[in-house]
């Protein structure tokens, strides 16, 4: 019965995303078919990342497995569904008012040029005529910053009104008018259109949906963190950066890290040793980053060794007390003092940010900024959202989830690798105390396997093909290289030549002149629309034959 269990789980699994196309390959590939153990596709061999499976509800459910169990579990939101907690995603919804949208801009009565109905604009001058000297009766003329005080203006009517006098004013010909005195003698009244202010819109607004955004904080430090992302990490719903997310989530936190059920054949000590590997990280690595203003952590740390550690506080953030004795207040303030963060001797907050820097590119922090606090890292270190990064692979830590260890940041994937060899056939941690080592990689014994039939290579000659062992059947079926002499795939092990992007054997009768036969090996060759001449004369024949 148990068996039937195992081998039903197992089923399931490889339904997941079943037949889905590959967004790689397009149409190379016919839809997604899981490999037994390699996780990748048995078509195209991409990961499940790779191909459109729509992974949230397991997404969900392995990062509520992750934190299962530890004092971050308020933050799953543990829903059981067949006894498998589940991680609360915090995908929101953003509205940002937008700017301003208007039909026209109001002009103040004393810029506004007569009889011009255009947009005012501070800097330009008029765009019909060029500006001509001023003659025009003293008092008659009004001067607008965008057009130079000259005698004409032109005007998009067609209406021309003509002061007494040299000076000229077009004005338009309908609208409200007002009536401007001339002090000049003989001066004309001028009429002048009134500037109809039209009111800008104020409710215009966007929505911009997150597919995640750092949870129990305030919306406007929310979208203010987001914007110091990079601009191609955003994890806005159906852009590059959601993309990037999806896969991120794959590859920095493998199920099968974390989960024996998810692994392929562990023996009963193999269970037991990771079940204490993972254990061990819940206890003493894993954490969830938390967004705060520098200016404010002296008050966090203060309140922090009050509350001691704990699940979520009543803002929705993880308690953020020291990791030792729960409510040791007196700790946390002399940590605070040593460290030189805000509410130490010396420190002021009207520098920047109480003379905190980014723990990773060593800039000062912005006060007013949001920034990444570690719990594990302890009061004095701080992130920019753009430098909470693993130090192995410089990737954004997915859902700011971290494992901290020796003082610096990892990701799921590489602390995983720095605890255990991890196996290059089936990307699983290695909890056997035997395995192969070849190539510069770890393998499980029974993994050391041709990539392209499965075939167990030890003993076997193979040949290392994009960084995979090949066996040499599937090598001189995929990727041999064919002779240009005699077109027979040349075998691995072989002497060849290479010459531009033609190969031969290294033989005398391949690697010949193509006029008199000649073996060029160690000779002089010229090389002509793929055949090999030993001479100038040899030449002269095949090209005039």
């Known amino acids: 019965m148990e068996i039937e269990k195992e081998i039903k789980k197992i089923t399931l699994g490889h339904e997941i995303g079943a037949g889905a196309a590959c967004l790689k390959c397009k149409d190379k590939c016919e839809g997604f078919d899981l490999h037994f153990w390699r996780k990748i596709c048995r078509n195209c061999k991409c990961g499940v990342e790779d191909h459109d499976v729509q992974l949230e509800t397991e997404e969900n459910k392995k990062v509520g497995k992750l934190f299962e169990d530890t004092k971050y579990t308020g933050l799953i939101a543990k829903l059981k569904k067949d006894g498998i907690p589940s991680y609360k995603g915090n995908q929101v919804t953003f509205s940002i008012p937008a700017a301003t949208i208007s039909t026209a801009t109001p002009v103040p009565a004393s810029t506004f040029v007569p009889g011009s109905s255009q947009t005012y604009t501070p800097s330009s001058q008029s765009a019909h005529a060029p500006p001509v000297a001023a003659t025009a009766v003293p008092g008659a003329s009004i001067h607008s910053p965008a057009v130079p005080a000259t005698g004409r203006t032109a005007a998009s009517g067609t209406g021309r009104t003509t002061a007494s ?23 004309a009244t001028t009429a002048v259109p009134t500037p109809t202010a039209v009111p800008a819109k104020t409710d215009v607004v966007k929505s911009v949906t997150y597919e995640w955004a750092p949870p129990g904080i305030n919306q406007g430090l929310a979208l203010l963190y987001m914007e110091l992302l990079p601009p191609e990490r955003r994890p806005i719903a159906g852009s590059a950066g959601a993309d990037y997310r999806k896969k991120q989530m794959a590859k920095q936190l493998p199920d099968h890290d974390q989960d024996p059920e998810r692994c392929h054949e562990l023996s009963p000590s193999e269970v037991k040793q990771m079940q204490q590997y993972v254990r061990k990280y819940k206890d003493e690595a894993l954490g969830i980053g938390d967004i705060t203003l520098p200016e404010e952590m002296g008050l966090q740390a203060g309140l922090a060794g009050e509350r001691g550690p704990q699940g979520v506080g009543a803002g929705g953030k993880p308690g953020a007390g020291t990791t030792g004795t729960p409510g040791d207040k007196g ?32 800039l000062p922090m912005k006060k007013g900024e949001p920034a990444v606090y570690a719990e594990r890292a302890g009061y004095d270190k701080l992130w920019h959202p753009a430098c909470f990064v693993c130090c192995n692979c410089s990737e954004l830590l997915v859902d700011m989830i971290y494992f901290w260890k020796k003082d610096q940041l990892y990701c799921g994937r590489h602390y995983g690798d720095s605890e255990k060899p991890r196996c290059a056939g089936c990307d699983e941690l290695i909890f056997s105390n035997e395995y192969t080592q070849a190539e510069g990689h770890d393998w499980h014994l029974k993994h050391f396997c041709c990539f392209h039939c499965d075939c167990v290579l030890a003993g076997e000659t193979y040949v290392m093909e994009k960084d995979k062992p090949v066996c040499k059947p599937c090598y001189m079926k995929n990727h041999a290289v064919c002779c240009a002499a005699c077109q027979n795939p040349i075998e691995p092990e072989a002497q060849r030549v290479l010459y531009g992007e033609h190969h031969w054997h290294a033989e005398p009768q391949c690697f010949q002149c193509s006029c008199c036969s000649k073996c060029l090996m160690g000779q002089r060759f010229m090389a002509l629309q793929g055949m090999l001449l030993c001479s100038v004369e040899c030449k002269k024949k095949v090209m005039a034959s």
């Open 165 to 187: 006098g040299t000076g000229h004013t077009a004005a338009l010909g309908t609208g409200h008018s007002a009536s401007i005195p001339s002090k000049g003698p003989g001066a």
């Open 331 to 362: 700790d946390a303030i002399a940590t605070m003092g040593k460290v030189g963060a805000p509410g130490a001797d010396g420190t002021s907050l009207s520098g920047p940010a109480g003379n905190y820097s980014c723990h990773r590119c060593q």
